[in-house]
């Protein structure tokens, strides 16, 4: 196993008190394996990814659980050693192309320098590599492009530098936070055809955080839905669209537009997602629930686990059944 | 949906050209087509659609519609009247027939006014109801977005981003328009909240027998909402039909490229799906090609006018269904 994410709680520290954004979440990633994260803003998917990073902010702290990475515990890394893990064996895509690169420094001297710290190369070298990861993520003219500064190139372009960058020292996680997001449809398509070729050649795995259920359709294999800080359920791509356990996916899944239907209304999910600081008691998306049911309201689901596939509802037995 | 065949407002050879530079002497040097010569209709009590990426001119047309810009050339016909020859006094007046609903929730409205207020700014100033009746119009505005009477004095910053786009478009109907521009009212929304903000949407179309201009660029979201879709490229409308008859025969092929980006929300599909993919970027509004707008990124075999001279937009099927491409006038 590539990456073991076990029971991590991460909990910031607020004026009012500990809010707790990730909690208690639990997946693991093989390698070579796309695996997308589901969410709507403030699951916590994103904290998820910025904790196996080490990159959190100040106030925040993985106060449990673990972060095995090649069966090392990444939690008890020093700062220097997370260096030399980070841009060199996992690597990130942050979702703002406009903003993650820096604006003073050319291409070229950005893509160079997590090349030259990790692999050891010399300049020359390393700029000669640089060539080649825009040349693989199909920038033209990489060796004239390599002098440009951010602002002169577009924003599909920034995030193929940023998938170049990261992918510079052959990393074996990619963690892509919203890569596509900012982004149109048409280079949508390019950067994720990109990704997914780029897995094939290098055997890198992927963690692809993203609200985007389209996206995860193309290009996941397996998917873990997060609900409030939560894992709610995980299963199989093919699996999760065909039959949705939890009734949040089955929300989400029937609340968007889809070419392929033509429906006068769409599905709604009633209300919003709660205030973290002030949390429904029992199931968090008891409140939202149409088959909420008495003990919801009480007593917290635990996950019940069948084949690899994972719901954390009252509606199912251990084995996955319905409860009628 | 039934689509009225009286047009409400068309639009005739539109442009938009920002100058970016001049010279000494005041001279443009640079120019940038945002709009170029762009011409449809939209028949009353229809939502008509517009997609097209960034940089395409949607939201520019958008903004012509609800006086925000002064076209370049081109009209404007409202009701039969053309709207360019208007002084801007006469043409206050029509303002008010057309409203625009924008695309940040968080910026678009005042933070330092209550939502009560910002409802009833819009009423004040085209003087529609004597003072005492305005606060029941906003009361009653509130209910209809599926807003609650007593947060009628909160702010902006109490609220989420789905409900502040309630607010936004209870504020787009306090002046009972007729036409309301949709610039990419859901895309900065949750999934869940999307689905809310568009089923409101229509409601509110057949409550209120509105007729809108739904700007976005997810075609998905266009496609549910709509009668009939326009897609632009570069400044330029390069197809027009039917929603139906341009998602299941799209003609151009930029709009077959567009088509075949969407994700489709089912992972079987994706394994047999021929992906059309686009090469590079779409190339600078301010140096657009020469001849055809598309034609350095187009996949099918080039024809000699592609270069050279621009594709104007017929109904090649006599459907009702307009392509500008010069392979499909052979």
């Known amino acids: 196993m590539l990456l073991e994410v076990k029971n991590v709680k991460t909990e910031f520290k607020m004026k009012k008190g500990m809010v707790k954004a990730v909690n208690d979440v639990s997946f693991q990633c093989e390698k070579g394996e796309i695996l997308a994260i589901v969410g709507e803003s403030g699951s916590g998917k994103s904290v998820t990814s910025l904790s196996i990073m080490g990159l959190l902010a100040r106030n925040a702290k993985v106060t449990e659980g673990e972060i095995l990475f090649k069966g090392e515990n990444l939690l008890d890394k020093s700062a220097s050693e997370m260096r030399a893990i980070r841009g060199n064996q996992i690597s990130m895509i942050f979702q703002e192309p406009m903003t993650s690169l820096n604006p003073v420094l050319r291409i070229g001297d950005q893509l160079t320098e997590s090349i030259i710290l990790h692999m050891k190369l010399s300049k020359q070298e390393a700029m000669q590599r640089a060539v080649e990861m825009l040349e693989l993520v199909g920038i033209p003219s990489p060796s004239q492009r390599v002098k440009d500064y951010p602002h002169q190139m577009s924003g599909g372009m920034r995030q193929r530098v940023m998938i170049a960058m990261a992918l510079a020292c052959n990393p074996e996680l990619l963690i892509a936070d919203e890569p596509t997001t900012a982004l149109d449809v048409t280079i949508q398509a390019q950067i994720l055809d990109i990704i997914y070729r780029l897995r094939e050649k290098l055997g890198m795995a992927v963690l692809l955080i993203t609200h985007d259920l389209g996206v995860v359709a193309e290009a996941a294999d397996r998917v873990v839905v997060m609900y409030c800080g939560k894992v709610v359920e995980e299963a199989k791509v093919e699996e999760l669209f065909e039959k949705p356990l939890h009734p949040y996916t089955m929300g989400l899944l029937a609340s968007i537009p889809r070419a392929d239907e033509d429906k006068e209304k769409l599905y709604m999910i009633k209300g919003m997602v709660p205030n973290p600081m002030n949390m429904p008691a029992g199931c968090a998306f008891s409140d939202r629930c149409e088959k909420c049911m008495s003990i919801c309201k009480e007593q917290e689901p635990a996950i019940r686990e069948k084949d690899g596939r994972k719901v954390r509802c009252h509606l199912y037995t251990n084995d996955l059944e319905v409860i009628h | ?330």
């Open chain 2, 1 to 330: 949906m039934a689509v009225n065949n009286e047009v409400l407002l068309e639009i005739n050879h539109l442009s938009k050209h920002f100058t970016v530079e001049k010279n000494f002497f005041g001279k443009p040097t640079k120019v940038l087509k945002a709009v170029d010569d762009v011409s449809f209709k939209i028949y009353k009590q229809e939502a008509f659609g517009l997609v097209g990426e960034s940089g395409c001119g949607k939201t520019t047309i958008g903004k012509m519609l609800a006086n925000v810009y002064a076209p370049t050339s081109g009209e404007i016909i409202y009701n039969g009247v053309d709207l360019g020859k208007l002084s801007q006094k006469e043409r206050r007046a029509y303002c008010k027939d057309i409203q625009l609903v924008f695309q940040d929730p968080y910026a678009s409205l005042n933070p330092r006014m209550t939502i009560g207020d910002i409802i009833a700014e819009p009423i004040h100033i085209n003087k529609l109801l004597p003072a005492h009746e305005i606060e029941k119009r906003v009361l009653y505005l509130l209910n209809c977005v599926g807003l609650a009477s007593h947060q009628r004095n909160r702010y902006p910053h109490e609220f989420s981003g789905g409900q502040r786009q309630r607010v936004g478009i209870a504020r787009a109907l306090a002046v009972e328009p007729k036409l309301i521009v949709c610039d990419e009212p859901v895309s900065a929304l949750d999934v869940s909240i999307q689905a809310q903000v568009l089923n409101l949407l229509v409601d509110l179309k057949e409550e209120f027998g509105l007729t809108y201009l739904f700007i976005a660029h997810g075609l998905n979201v266009v496609k549910h909402i709509s009668d009939r879709v326009g897609v632009m490229y570069l400044g330029k409308l390069q197809e027009l039909a039917e929603k139906h008859e341009l998602y299941d025969h799209p003609l151009h092929p930029y709009t077959k490229a567009l088509l075949s980006s969407t994700p489709v929300i089912d992972p079987k599909l994706k394994r047999n799906k021929e992906r059309i993919l686009l090469k590079g970027d779409v190339p600078s509004p301010i140096n657009p090609p020469q001849g055809c707008r598309f034609s350095t990124r187009c996949y099918v075999g080039k024809l000699e006018a592609c270069d050279k001279q621009c594709p104007e937009i017929i109904d090649v099927t006599g459907n009702k269904h307009y392509v500008a491409c010069h392979k499909q006038v052979q």
